[in-house]
Each structure stands twice: as structure tokens, then as C-alpha cells.
């Protein structure tokens, strides 16, 4: 079982920068791939990048290209840039054994509150 524990949300002012982390409770996360998504109220869970177990094949969302990066060490982040109102919203981090398909993320994170202030 993996636990994964989302930190680093919090309110900030539209233009500004946030930096999400993504960490397994008392485990590495060596071997997994990592994504983020994210969920507005009202609206579906929508992708926003993943990186895989070997810290290549690293995909983004068009919104969120150009303004959010991913990377990975012993955790996995997601640099968040030139922040808008409208990516208010939950982000919520999942991970899968090595990568097996953009549909197969096993486990989850409870998630962390991003709001972006106009």
C-alpha cells in the first residue's frame, strides 16, 4: 500500500508561484510513476503532468504548459508559475508501480487546496 501525502497549497495572489509536493508516507517512491491532477467545484478531475518511475516520459496539460513544471527526487513537485484564478482549485497527486497506462493511477492522495486570488 501507498500512501501519498500532498503539501505546499495555500492562497496566493494571481502572477504568483506556489510549489506543490508529493510524498509516500514512510516509503519511497522509487519504481512508481507520479501524476497530479487537479479538481475545480463543479468540474471533472483534469490532468495536469505526470513523470514516470525513471523520471522521463514527463507530460503536461496544455494549460499548464509553459507555467508548470514537474520534477522529481525523493518526493515529486510540481512548480506552479504565473498562477490564475481559474486553477483554483484541488490538487491531488497519485502514483502507479512503474506505468502501465495515463488511466491505471492506483493509489491516491487526499489532496491540497490551491486558491488564487484576482
Known amino acids: 500500500q501507498v500512501q501519498l501525502v500532498e503539501s505546499g497549497g495555500g492562497l496566493v495572489q494571481a502572477g504568483g508561484s506556489l510549489r506543490l509536493s508529493c510524498a509516500a508516507s514512510?516509503?519511497?517512491?522509487?519504481?512508481?510513476?507520479v501524476g497530479w491532477f487537479r479538481q475545480a467545484p463543479g468540474k471533472e478531475r483534469e490532468f495536469v503532468a505526470h513523470v514516470l518511475w525513471n523520471g522521463g516520459g514527463i507530460s503536461v496539460g496544455d494549460f499548464a504548459k509553459g507555467r508548470f513544471t514537474i520534477s522529481r527526487d525523493n518526493a515529486v513537485y510540481l512548480q506552479m508559475d504565473k498562477l490564475q484564478p481559474e486553477d483554483t482549485g484541488v490538487y491531488l497527486c497519485a502514483a502507479q508501480f512503474s506505468y502501465t497506462g495515463p488511466n491505471r493511477w492506483t493509489y491516491w492522495g487526499q489532496g491540497t487546496q490551491v486558491t488564487v486570488s484576482s
Open positions: 514512510g516509503r519511497s517512491l522509487n519504481g512508481y510513476s
